[in-house]
């Protein structure tokens, strides 16, 4: 057996309570109760594997998990997504491009569910977020230019001075030169 009682136990039931509230009274009742139920499965020769059947299979299908108003999680099976990112890093501490190739998900197929790109996508359009986007980059990328350009501009100004100074001196001598 790849797990004991205790850890399916404690599986089980802190799976059961992150959907379900409980007081303390009521998760010592469940962690009882399902010991109890993989103890007389255990001595029937019948304890289920945690994780599936082999480890790395996917919970469900594809199809499945990935619907047009939730996202289920391919590891553990868990549903009601709207996005597994968060999910996966906190529960599985993995990184989307490791889920996908962990499950031979295409990159085109989003891990988010399709009802939710779609408001976000309306969302965004309606906010006139793409053309907001737009002009921060040219402002950005005109602000880098002109902070470029000045030291250029300097070198030549400062250069241009000197050649000024003795124009100006000379004038400035040719008329006491003259009184």
């Not at 802190?14 to 998760?27: I, N, V």
């Not at 289920?72 to 993995?94: M, N, P, S, V, Y």
């Amino acid at each position: 057996m790849t797990a004991t009682l205790v850890e399916l136990t404690a599986s089980i039931v802190s799976s059961h309570a992150a959907g379900t509230e409980m007081s303390g009274d009521d998760l010592i009742v469940e962690i009882n109760k399902v010991y109890a139920t993989l103890k007389k499965l255990e001595l029937e020769g019948t304890v289920p594997e945690v994780g599936g059947a082999a480890p790395g299979a996917p919970a469900m299908s594809l199809k499945k998990a990935f619907q047009n108003d939730q996202v289920a999680c391919l590891i553990c099976g868990k549903t009601g997504f709207k996005t597994l990112t968060r999910h996966l890093k906190q529960a599985h501490d993995l990184k989307p491009g490791q889920y996908r190739k962990q499950f031979n998900i295409p990159a085109g197929q989003s891990l988010t569910a399709k009802n939710y790109s779609e408001a976000r996508r309306k969302a965004a359009n309606e906010n006139n977020l793409a053309a907001n986007l737009e002009k921060a980059r040219a402002a950005r990328a005109a602000k880098k230019a002109a902070a470029a350009a000045p030291p250029k501009a300097g070198k030549a100004k400062a250069a241009a001075k000197p050649a000024a100074k003795p124009a100006k001196a000379a004038k400035a001598k040719a008329p006491k030169a003259k009184a």
